[in-house]
C-alpha cells in the first residue's frame, strides 16, 4: 500500500509526500513502514529534480525496531510517446544508514514506465508496467553488499480517481539477490497518488 501527496508548492516548486506500510506473512503483521518526502523543481513538463529524505521502520520480532535514514536526490523524466502511450524515467540516488551498524550504504535505483490507455482518446484506465532495478555502489557494516540487489516488476492499471488523482492497481514481482540468499516475492500492489 503506498499512499502518495503531490503537487505544487508555489510556481515550479513542487514536493511530493508518501506513506507506504507494506504487510507479509498473509496480511498478518506489517514488515516495513516507509516515510518519504521530497521538494523539487520542474524544469520543464517533462523534467523534474527532487531533494527528498526517508524514515523507514523494520519491526523485528523481539527487541527494538531497526530505523534506517534515506537521503536521496530524484530526476524524474518523460522521454516520449511511442504507441499512443508515455515512457518515463525514475532515477534516485540514495545515501542510507541504519541503527543496527556502521556506515553510510549508497544505491542507485532506475524506473523504466510505460503507460498506454486502454481505449483510445480516454485516460480513464490506462495498462501499466514497469520494471526498476536496485545496485548497491558500496557495502556497510548493517549489511549492503556492493553489486545488484534487487528488481523490481509490475504490471496492472492506472485508473483515473477525482481530478488528477489516480490509483494504480496490480502484480508486482520482487526479486532480492542478498549474495547467497536469494528469494522472490509475489505482492498485490495498491498505490494511491492524490494530486492538486
Given at each position: 500500500?503506498?499512499?502518495?501527496?503531490?503537487?505544487?508548492?508555489?510556481?515550479?516548486?513542487?514536493?511530493?509526500?508518501?506513506?507506504q506500510p507494506r504487510i507479509g506473512n498473509g496480511a498478518s503483521?506489517?514488515?516495513?513502514?516507509?516515510?518519504?518526502?521530497?521538494?523539487?523543481w520542474k524544469f520543464s513538463p517533462s523534467l523534474s529534480v527532487?531533494?527528498g529524505y526517508a524514515h523507514v521502520v523494520l519491526p523485528t520480532?523481539?527487541?527494538?525496531?531497526?530505523?534506517?535514514?534515506?537521503?536521496?536526490?530524484?530526476?524524474?523524466?518523460?522521454?516520449?510517446?511511442?504507441?499512443?502511450?508515455?515512457?518515463?524515467?525514475?532515477?534516485?540516488?540514495?545515501?542510507?544508514?541504519?541503527?543496527?551498524?556502521?556506515?553510510?550504504?549508497?544505491?542507485?535505483?532506475?524506473?523504466?514506465?510505460?503507460?498506454?490507455?486502454?481505449?483510445?482518446?480516454?485516460?480513464?484506465?490506462?495498462?501499466?508496467?514497469?520494471?526498476?532495478?536496485?545496485?548497491?555502489?558500496?557495502?556497510?557494516?548493517?549489511?549492503?553488499?556492493?553489486?545488484?540487489?534487487?528488481?523490481?516488476?509490475?504490471?496492472?492499471?492506472?485508473?483515473?480517481?477525482?481530478?488528477?488523482?489516480?490509483?494504480?492497481?496490480?502484480?508486482?514481482?520482487?526479486?532480492?539477490?542478498?549474495?547467497?540468499?536469494?528469494?522472490?516475492?509475489?505482492?498485490?500492489?495498491?498505490?494511491?497518488?492524490?494530486?492538486?
Open positions: 500500500m503506498n499512499l502518495t501527496a503531490m503537487g505544487a508548492v508555489s510556481g515550479d516548486l513542487i514536493y511530493f509526500a508518501e506513506v503483521r506489517i514488515d516495513q513502514t516507509i516515510l518519504r518526502g521530497a521538494v523539487g527532487y531533494q520480532q523481539a527487541g527494538r525496531d531497526v530505523n534506517e535514514e534515506r537521503s536521496f536526490q530524484q530526476v524524474n523524466w518523460t522521454i516520449g510517446k511511442p504507441w499512443q502511450g508515455e515512457l518515463s524515467s525514475r532515477t534516485r540516488l540514495e545515501q542510507r544508514w541504519r541503527s543496527d551498524g556502521g556506515g553510510m550504504g549508497w544505491r542507485l535505483r532506475e524506473m523504466m514506465r510505460y503507460e498506454k490507455p486502454l481505449k483510445p482518446g480516454s485516460e480513464a484506465i490506462n495498462a501499466l508496467a514497469y520494471a526498476e532495478g536496485f545496485a548497491a555502489l558500496n557495502s556497510t557494516g548493517w549489511g549492503q553488499k556492493a553489486g545488484f540487489e534487487q528488481l523490481r516488476s509490475f504490471v496492472g492499471a492506472e485508473i483515473k480517481l477525482m481530478g488528477k488523482s489516480t490509483a494504480e492497481i496490480g502484480y508486482l514481482n520482487q526479486y532480492i539477490d542478498q549474495g547467497s540468499a536469494k528469494r522472490m516475492n509475489h505482492v498485490a500492489s495498491i498505490t494511491l497518488f492524490f494530486r492538486h
